[in-house]
């Protein structure tokens, strides 16, 4: 398939669901990180460290779990075609490995973000407001984005993506300070 053509069905939203669930995950779980510790009150050498290993682990993760996912459906697919008779191929020019790579490639973009003012060296101070921030915009773009595929309301898609995002992140940052507390641990 052409980079044309997969860009022709990007558009069409045959990819939203693999960008959505790439980046909004992305999103949660590096800024979850960052959230957890420092709760934990971790210094941000260690966030960097804990951040970008998650990244890369769940980024990839996800981004294989997903070509399975959708070459396990295909294989369904053209065992129920067959067992009805009709050789024809599955319908849809998509492969799995074009979802998995959305998936990855979102889950890496998006969840950098966070990250940035730990990477660049923010002052110490800023770095957790500043990725708190970055983070909550990126929740509320990735929300209101999917409705331009969708049709839904951009106000609402956003807003339904930040309170997701931010739920989780406040349970990290509430689990990485209780820990902390209730272990007596000293970072």
Known sequence: ??????????????YI???????NDG?????????????????????IILGLANLM???????AS?????????EVERKQKLQQ?????????????????????????????PLIPYVAGFASDTQFLVSSIFAGVM?????????IITGGKWLVGGMEVLLVGGVASAVAFGIGWGIKEAFGIIV
């Open 17 to 23: 669901g693999d960008f959505v669930y790439g980046a």
């Open 139 to 147: 929740f509320f773009l990735v929300g209101a984005g999917r409705t």
């Open 85 to 113: 008779g009709n050789v024809a191929p599955p319908n849809g020019l998509e492969t799995p490995l074009q979802h998995g790579f959305v998936t990855f490639i979102a889950f890496l973009g998006a969840g950098f973000i």
């Open 27 to 47: 999103i949660v779980t590096t800024f979850a990180v960052v959230a957890g510790a420092i709760g934990a009150g971790l210094s941000p050498g260690v966030i």
């Open 57 to 63: 682990a769940d980024g990839f993760s996800m981004g």
């Open 1 to 14: 398939m052409s980079h044309t053509h997969f860009f022709q069905r990007f558009k069409e939203g045959i």
């Open 66 to 74: 997903s070509f399975l996912a959708i070459r396990s459906e295909k």
